[in-house]
């Protein structure tokens, strides 16, 4: 499709909840080889296992969220989104949250809690979260924002809920940044669109409070900038292997070693790989490459489907993988909602 067309946010909606669903069987895990993920994969294609046998996780749990309280506040509204956190993790505590944030949410469930950023500032003694949950939620802020400057403001705003650190909600707006972007049809070409995202992170990174978290964490100065500059050498480069992405950039459940791997994943898999599969279009390759990486497989590879969604568009899922995973029906349902809000939004309505 054309410049943010339907196809391209159904495509992001439905391709993030697929790398959550099919990510999850190797979070955590060191090692994946890609016989497994192609094994696993696979699985998916026989029919007799429709019906969304794959359960979503956090990542999507919160994603709803996003979206649900975008569309019924037509925008950021921060005590509705706060409470809608609260609300989901109550309902389903067992969606494999990370283990500092769980206490920000049982605070926001509170009814007399009258500053939602407060549990959030509260974390890891005063220092706030740079885990990578802001992240994996902050694709739907790209598909309600129309313009740039409300995507970086409301995905920092809607990450920092939960995650204080620059360095998680800086994170966030990296992803929907891409996100954005991609669905303009400015993911290729690549050294192009990873320029973009480094002229933005540098704006975004340009403060005290970033230069101070980076000095604490022993980070580069604008961290996010520093790991896109690797993003950008690495696909410059012919080959590259598993083990070199991981040492570069991480696969870990920090938002700097998975915001830019995620976005490394997408690039990577613009062009046919030798590890993969020749009858495997763009987006399949993206999500088994973000899989054979290990670590925090599911949300690297929902990140990396979302903003891989918004440039390849709703037909390039296969209808097998969509069936398989539980809440892509209702993502499809619900990009189209946003679809209408960011139209409307962009008319000024
Ligand atoms: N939690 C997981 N996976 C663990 C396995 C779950 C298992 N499947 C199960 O069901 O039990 N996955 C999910 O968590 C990640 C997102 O985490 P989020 O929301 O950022 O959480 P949190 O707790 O804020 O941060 C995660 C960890 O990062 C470290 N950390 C963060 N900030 C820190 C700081 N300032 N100082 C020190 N450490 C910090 C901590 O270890 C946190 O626990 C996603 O992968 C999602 O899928
Ligand atoms: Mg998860
Ligand atoms: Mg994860």
């Not at 069936?323 to 809000?341: F, I, M, Q």
């Amino acid at each position: 499709g054309g410049p943010a067309s339907l196809s391209r946010f159904r495509g992001a909606l439905v391709a993030g909840v697929l790398g959550d669903c099919v990510g999850g069987e190797f979070e955590g895990a060191e090692e994946v080889p890609m016989e497994r993920v192609l094994q696993h994969l696979n699985s998916l294609d026989d029919e007799t296992k429709g019906n969304g046998i794959l359960d979503y996780s956090d990542d999507t749990a919160m994603a709803r969220c996003v979206v649900q309280s975008l569309l019924t506040r037509t925008g950021y509204d921060e005590q509705d989104m706060a409470r809608r956190f609260g609300k989901e993790f109550s309902t389903s505590p067992g969606r494999g949250y990370g283990s500092g944030v769980v206490q920000v949410l049982k605070k926001l469930s509170a009814p007399q809690l009258s500053d939602v950023y407060q549990p959030a500032r509260a974390q890891f003694n005063g220092r706030g979260s740079f885990g990578n949950g802001g992240a994996m939620r902050a694709a739907p802020f790209a598909l309600a924002f129309p313009d740039l400057a409300d995507v970086k403001r409301f995905a920092g705003l809607g990450a920092m809920l939960t995650h204080s650190c620059s360095l998680g909600y800086n994170g966030a707006i990296l992803q929907a940044l891409a996100v954005h972007l991609a669905l303009q049809g400015a993911l290729d070409p690549p050294q192009q669109f990873i320029n973009r995202l480094i002229a933005e992170m540098e704006e975004v990174e340009d403060n005290e409070v970033t230069r101070n978290d980076a000095r604490i964490l022993k980070e580069a100065e604008k961290p996010f900038c520093e790991r896109l500059h690797r993003v950008r050498d690495l696909i410059d480069r012919s080959k590259v292997s598993i083990e070199e992405v991981i040492s570069e950039l991480g696969n870990g459940v920090a938002a700097l070693h998975s915001v830019p791997t995620a976005i490394f994943c997408v690039l990577h898999c613009l062009q046919p790989r030798e590890c993969l599969p020749e009858s495997y279009g763009g987006l399949e390759r993206t999500i088994a490459y973000s899989l054979a990486l290990g670590g925090d497989t599911d949300t690297i590879a929902c990140m990396a489907g979302a903003i891989a969604g918004a440039h390849y568009g709703i037909e390039a899922i296969p209808q097998s993988w969509i069936k398989c995973c539980e809440g892509a029906e209702d993502a499809d349902v619900n990009a189209g909602r946003l679809h209408a809000l960011y139209y409307q939004s962009a008319k000024g309505g």
